[in-house]
């Protein structure tokens, strides 16, 4: 009998061919939300440019007294530089600096006090990200444990929930925390006077605590919503059947499914409680000598950009990459959690 030649087709038992086909649908698993979101995320270049950045200054606000200890020793001074001495030594009659930038100040020196600037540049990056990740997360906490209430629980609790939040975001924020700051400030210095450091570290966190209380309410209403739909599906019937505590469902069934608006929003108030703390400084209502702040910095250095523009550039440049780069983060969060978008 002839053997079948190189162009004969041949009979696979159908048992045979199917199985690499069963084997490929094997090794293919499901991925949640979160994977998926992730993996798309890797493959965004903004994403990834905008990361870099943002801990590029999380790195100089956690080395900065490494990073200025490297600049050499002044000629004049005889001292290494750090943000608070001041040099008057390099001041001239009129105010100005009479050095530029060298090795011993990278970014010149201030006008009228003679403090490095790179030294106050690189710690006060610390204020802004400390303010803005605290009060973000305090915020998180509180939008999202109020919407989960709201949502699931409905009737009174709800209304009470939601007319707060009408409440609140009715309020002028920004003329409220002008007027909040300096009250909290005297109530604290009742007994007698406060220093300028007392001063600028009662602001810090009287900042902190403000920001956080005017900022959850978004959350709060968009968790609540959300909550409101989820509650119906069967899943979390199923779980109220068989006796699941409420705690638990609340928790365990319905929480992991609003991971993505979670992380969308605390990643978009980041930059904008940035924004608020360098705005409050620049207004006065912020924190204070001798407290090195780039919102502070840019409110003293605005009437001489002109003449000492090394004064203000620096800051307002960091401010706004920092700000610039959370914000273009979190839409890269936001589009990678959204299953509608091809970003």
Request: hydrophobic fraction near 50%; include cysteine; glycine fraction near 8%.
């Amino acid at each position: 009998m002839p053997e079948p030649s190189a162009g004969t087709l041949t009979e696979v038992p159908e048992e045979e061919a199917s199985t690499p086909a069963r084997e490929h649908q094997e090794v293919r698993t499901g991925r949640s939300p979160g994977q998926v979101a992730w993996a798309r995320l890797k493959k965004d270049k903004v994403a990834i440019v905008c990361f870099a950045i943002i801990v590029f200054f999380i790195l100089v606000a956690i080395f900065a007294p490494l990073l200025y200890s490297l600049e050499s020793v002044d000629p004049t001074t005889g001292a290494k530089a750090d943000p608070y001495t001041t040099y008057t030594k390099l001041i001239d009659f009129n105010g100005l600096p009479e050095v530029g930038t060298s090795s011993a100040h990278w970014l010149g020196v201030e006008p009228r006090l003679g403090r490095d600037l790179f030294a106050r540049w690189a710690i006060g990056a610390r204020p802004s990200l400390i303010i803005g990740f605290v009060a973000a997360a305090a915020s998180t906490i509180i939008g999202v444990t109020l919407g989960l209430i709201a949502g699931y629980l409905g009737g009174i609790a709800d209304k009470i929930i939601s007319w707060v939040i009408d409440f609140f975001l009715s309020l002028p924020i920004l003329l409220l925390v002008l007027a909040i700051v300096p009250i909290m400030q005297k109530s604290f210095a009742a007994s007698g006077d406060l220093t300028a450091d007392e001063t600028s570290r009662i602001r810090f966190f009287v900042l902190i605590v403000i920001l956080f209380i005017f900022g959850w309410m978004g959350l709060a209403r968009l968790v609540r919503g959300e909550v409101k739909s989820l509650r119906e599906r069967e899943f979390v019937q199923a779980a109220r059947a068989i006796g699941v505590p409420t705690r638990q469902i609340l928790f365990k069934e319905i929480l992991p499914n609003l991971v993505g608006p979670i992380i969308v929003s605390a990643s978009i108030a980041v930059p904008a409680y940035i924004t608020y703390e360098a705005t409050l400084s620049y207004l006065g209502a912020g924190l204070v000598e001798p407290t090195a702040s780039w919102g502070r910095t840019i409110a003293d250095a605005q009437n001489l950009f002109a003449t000492y523009p090394l004064w203000l550039w620096p800051s307002v440049i960091g401010l706004s990459l920092l700000v610039l780069a959370l914000s273009l983060l979190g839409d890269s969060i936001r589009d990678a959690f959204d299953p509608t978008s091809r970003r």
